[in-house]
């Protein structure tokens, strides 16, 4: 459920990306992203795609979302359907594991609100809109990434359980990040 503070502020919108998104987007996951010795939780050194990159991705992509508020990009949750992860060019740890996992299903990459918009309830509500378009197109298996070592994602692994999306298992990356597999099955 979204909290009044967001409504209130008005004008908020959830759609699907349109390409004058990508470079807010990226300016808001750079705002997000943290070094692996941060006390702060957020994208843990993840790399920036470029502006062509993303929008290859996300433009004309049902599971990808933005949320704007007079049109400013304040959340963003990207996902990809299964044989969109099949063509990944450079498939991280994460993708690779979660192609070992049962079709179709959808791979919630990155999941952002913008700081001060933060515990409004707008990740949760990004996601359930996910889940409705999964529904709509009858995709019943949900994967998602979040970071547990060195430093556990709280909020993430917090909201994670109020999904009801569960921990599956854990990977390492090459740099040595550890990270929790999260699934849900839906239907
Ligand atoms: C993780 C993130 C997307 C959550 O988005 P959000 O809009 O702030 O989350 P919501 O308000 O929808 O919170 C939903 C639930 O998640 C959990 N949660 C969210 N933030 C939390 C926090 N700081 N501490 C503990 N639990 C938290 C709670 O269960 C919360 O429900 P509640 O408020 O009823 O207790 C946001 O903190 C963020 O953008 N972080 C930086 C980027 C990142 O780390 N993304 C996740 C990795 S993919």
Redesign the pocket.
């Known amino acids: 459920m979204l909290n009044s503070s967001i409504m209130v502020n008005a004008a908020l919108s959830i759609r699907n990306f349109e390409k004058k998104d990508v470079a807010p987007v990226l300016a808001l996951a750079a705002s ?1 992203t943290v070094s692996r010795f941060s006390t702060k ?3 843990v050194e993840y790399p920036l795609p470029t502006k062509k990159e993303l929008a290859e991705k996300v433009v004309g992509n049902k599971y990808s979302f933005v949320a704007t508020v007079h049109d400013e990009a304040i959340g963003f949750l990207t996902a990809y359907g299964d044989d969109q992860v099949l063509r990944f060019e450079e498939p991280d740890v994460i993708a690779m594991k979660i192609l070992e996992q049962r079709r179709p299903f959808v791979y919630a990459d ?4 913008a700081r001060p918009y ?8 990004l996601f359930e809109r996910l889940c409705a378009v999964m529904a709509e197109n009858k995709i019943n298996y949900l994967y998602c990434g ?1 970071a547990h070592a060195p430093l556990k ?4 692994v ?2 994670m359980k ?1 999904l009801d999306m569960r921990l599956l298992t854990e990977v390492v990356d090459e740099s040595g990040l550890t990270f929790g597999i999260y699934s849900k099955l839906l239907a």
Request: glycine letters at 16%; hydrophobic letters at 40%; aromatic letters at 4%.
């Open positions: 997000l939780h957020g994208f990155q999941l952002g609100v933060q515990r409004q309830g707008l990740g949760e509500h979040v994602n709280i909020p993430a917090t909201l109020k």
